[in-house]
């Protein structure tokens, strides 16, 4: 098994910025690729980005309306996984949930479903 949990979510104003983190525990992080994804009220839920695991040379791999704007990043030594999020705008409101699978590569995360998800931490970008 493996524990998920994230914070750092909170209401901001359009182009203000916002630093999502998720803590990992119970097996080896590194062997995880990590992605985020976000689910707005009466909209399913999206992939916004992923890192690969640490064998998979650490590519990322963004959704388009993010790109450029976020930036995911991982920290093996304090099995964390971060999401920086720049010119945020109401758009992005959601909750963000942070999600691991073993030995994925970054693309694939965006359409392979992780094996483990955290609760999710609401962000709410204010016009």
């Known amino acids: 098994q493996v524990q998920l949990v994230e914070s750092g979510g909170g209401l901001v104003q359009a182009g203000d910025s916002l630093r999502l983190s998720c803590a990992a525990s119970g097996r080896t992080f590194s062997n995880y690729a990590m992605a985020w994804f976000r689910q707005a009220p009466g909209k399913e839920r999206e992939f916004v980005a992923a890192?690969?695991?640490?064998?998979?040379?650490?590519?990322?791999y963004y959704v388009d309306s993010v790109k450029g704007r976020f930036r995911i990043s991982r920290d093996n030594a304090k099995n964390t996984v971060s999401l920086q999020m720049n010119s945020l705008k109401p758009e992005d409101t959601a909750v963000y949930c942070c999600?691991?699978?073993?030995?994925?590569?970054?693309?694939?995360?965006?359409?392979?479903?992780?094996?483990?998800w955290g609760q999710g931490t609401q962000v709410t970008v204010s016009s």
């Open positions: 890192i690969s695991w640490s064998g998979g040379g650490g590519d990322t």
């Open positions: 999600a691991g699978r073993p030995f994925e590569s970054a693309q694939s995360m965006s359409v392979k479903r992780p094996d483990y």
